[in-house]
């Protein structure tokens, strides 16, 4: 046992050092970047083979076995959440195409991923790798390559309400989200104003609050008025609000609150607050105009999450250099399988 032990260690221990080493060097690097969630996973999952070493030989194939389980028990969240979305779009607005997609989509990802469950367990007990058996591979394979990077989003929003900040700004901008009956806040925007509430209140120089969002038709006021009167009444002075009220959507509230901190004197550190799924693309907007940020999570209702995390991965997924990225690494993840098509 023990020189299966020090093989374990020569084989898997620099990967292992390595993994953590640069996760640990990126999260301490740029802390808010998506890629800290991809290597965070890649690391535990790494660990987890690790580990599997200091077993004894006899029961190292049943924890590995055990460790595949875990892991798609877990990517397994991601067609739940995509039917859970599919379902409620269509009972809240309309049975459409757009609407079918993720549901259909959901089905066929959990579909994929219980036969990639079955195929390494065995189960069929007649798969063996023929050429046409590749085509399956690579069927499963991107199933669980999209999975992946769905889970590592939901981990990433997770995670970023509790990353530390240094409560150390000029400037807090509050994403608005629509109104209730076209004038009363929302649930949702009342938790992003709660949690610019709570930004200011621990910054020992007071910011100053940019409530940011238009008038939308069907709306009596704009979400920057309704968010003004609920910031004064919950004590925020009013010369420490800068309402910004012609925007209609994410990236306009971010050039328009730009204009109004650019038309100001002295620092600008800059806050940005939105929900927690929906940071990201907040940030990813920010670093397009040069802005100098930190993104602030707040919570999202349970109810609300699945529909709310799969719509905005898919505004994430379809931006240019999200999409460039993912594709790159979705080649080198199949290339093995490809190039066994190829022969």
């Known amino acids: 046992m023990m020189n299966g032990i020090i093989e374990n260690v020569r084989l898997l221990g620099p990967m292992f050092a390595s993994a953590w080493l640069l996760t640990i060097v990126s999260v301490l690097w740029r802390p808010q970047r998506f890629l800290n969630s991809l290597l965070l996973m890649f690391a535990l999952l790494v660990s987890l083979f690790f580990l599997t070493g200091f077993f004894p030989e006899g029961a190292r194939v049943n924890a590995l076995m055990a460790i595949f389980l875990l892991v798609m028990l877990a990517l397994f969240l991601v067609p739940v959440l995509l039917i859970l979305n599919g379902i409620h779009m269509i009972r809240q607005e309309s049975l459409s195409p757009a609407h079918v997609l993720s549901l259909a989509l959901g089905i066929f990802v ?193 109810y609300y999450w699945p529909s709310a995390i799969i719509r905005e991965f898919i505004a994430v997924f379809l931006t240019r250099r999200f999409l460039i990225w993912s594709l790159i690494g979705y080649l080198l993840f199949i290339g093995p399988i490809l190039f066994g098509l190829m022969q």
Not at 118 to 130: A, E, P, T
Not at 210 to 221: F, N, Q, T, W
Not at 262 to 286: F, N, P, Q, T
Request: proline share 4%.
């Open 110 to 302: 959990g579909v994929g991923e219980i036969a990639a469950a079955v195929y390494v367990f065995d189960l069929s007990g007649y798969i063996s790798l023929s050429g046409a058996d590749l085509w399956l591979m690579l069927i499963l394979f991107t199933v669980f390559y999209f999975s992946f990077l769905v889970l590592s989003f939901v981990v990433y929003t997770l995670f970023f309400r509790i990353l530390p900040h240094r409560m150390d700004f000029d400037y807090v901008i509050i994403h608005g989200c629509g109104l209730a009956d076209g004038e009363r806040m929302t649930p949702l925007l009342t938790r992003r104003v709660d949690r610019a509430i709570e930004v200011y209140q621990k910054c020992r120089v007071k910011p100053l609050l940019i409530p940011s969002g238009g008038r939308g038709a069907d709306e009596k006021l704009s979400e920057a008025e309704a968010m003004t009167a609920y910031l004064l009444s919950r004590g925020i002075p009013e010369d420490h609000i800068l309402p910004e009220d012609r925007s209609a959507t994410t990236k306009e509230n971010l050039i328009n609150s730009k204009a109004i901190i650019d038309g100001r004197e002295g620092r600008k550190r800059i806050a940005l607050v939105s929900s927690s799924y929906h940071i990201y693309r907040c940030l990813l907007l920010a670093r397009s105009l040069t802005l100098r940020y930190t993104g602030i999570g707040s919570k999202v209702a349970p």
